[in-house]
C-alpha cells in the first residue's frame, strides 16, 4: 500500500474522509472516483464502501464536519453598541470559515448539484439569521421594531453568506469585515423610534 497524504496513524474513515475533501474540491463531486479516493487515503476500495455505502454518503459525512457557527451572543454583544456586537459577530463567523476554507469551497460549489448539500446550507443561513436577530436584539436592549430587527438580521445574514460563498475565489487576505454595511445596518435600527 502507497504512503498516504494523510498519515498512516490516522484511523481508515479518517483517511478517506480527508481524501475525499481534497480531491472533492480539486476536481468536483462527479468528477472523483472512489478508487482515486481509496488510492489517496491509502486503503483498499471496498473499505471506503464498507464505511460509506454511496459515494454521496460521504459528501453528507463532509457537511457534518462543517465547524459550528453557533456563536454565544454573550461572547460578541456589547450592551447600547450594535454596530460593535455585529463586527464581533462577523469576525467570529469569519474566522471559522478560514478553519474549513476548503471544505466550505466544495460544499458552496457542490449546492448546485446535490440537494443535501444545498439544504445543509440553507439550515447554516437560517441559523445564521436567527443568530444575528439575537445579538441585534441583546445589543439593542430589546426596544427595537421587530419587523426591523428582521430585517437587518436578513439583509446582514445575505452578506455573510455571500462573503462567505465568493471567499474561496479570494486569496489568503483576510476578509473586509464589511464596515460600512455594518454601520449601514446599525444606524438604520437606532435612527427609528421604538414603537410608543
Known sequence: MARTEHG??????????????????????????????????????????????????????????LPDEQIDATRVVVPGDIAESLRRLVSELDARLARSRMLSHLLWREADTHRAVRDA????????????????????????????????????????????????????DPPDLMERELNFIADALMARPAPG
Do not use: C, M, N, W
Open 121 to 172: 446550507l440553507h439550515d447554516r443561513f437560517q441559523q445564521l439569521v436567527r443568530q444575528v436577530r439575537t445579538v441585534i436584539i441583546a445589543a439593542g436592549d430589546g426596544a427595537l421594531p421587530v419587523a426591523d430587527v428582521d430585517s437587518a438580521a436578513g439583509l446582514l445574514a445575505l452578506a455573510v453568506s455571500y462573503r462567505h460563498s465568493v471567499a474561496r475565489h479570494g486569496g489568503d
Open 8 to 65: 498512516d496513524d490516522l484511523p481508515a474513515k479518517e483517511r478517506i474522509l480527508r481524501a475525499a475533501e481534497d480531491l472533492f474540491a480539486e476536481s468536483g463531486f462527479d468528477a472523483t472516483p472512489t478508487s482515486r479516493i481509496a488510492e489517496r487515503a491509502g486503503v483498499p476500495k471496498g473499505l471506503v464502501h464498507y464505511y460509506f455505502r454511496r459515494k454521496s454518503d460521504l459528501l453528507s459525512a463532509l457537511i457534518k464536519r
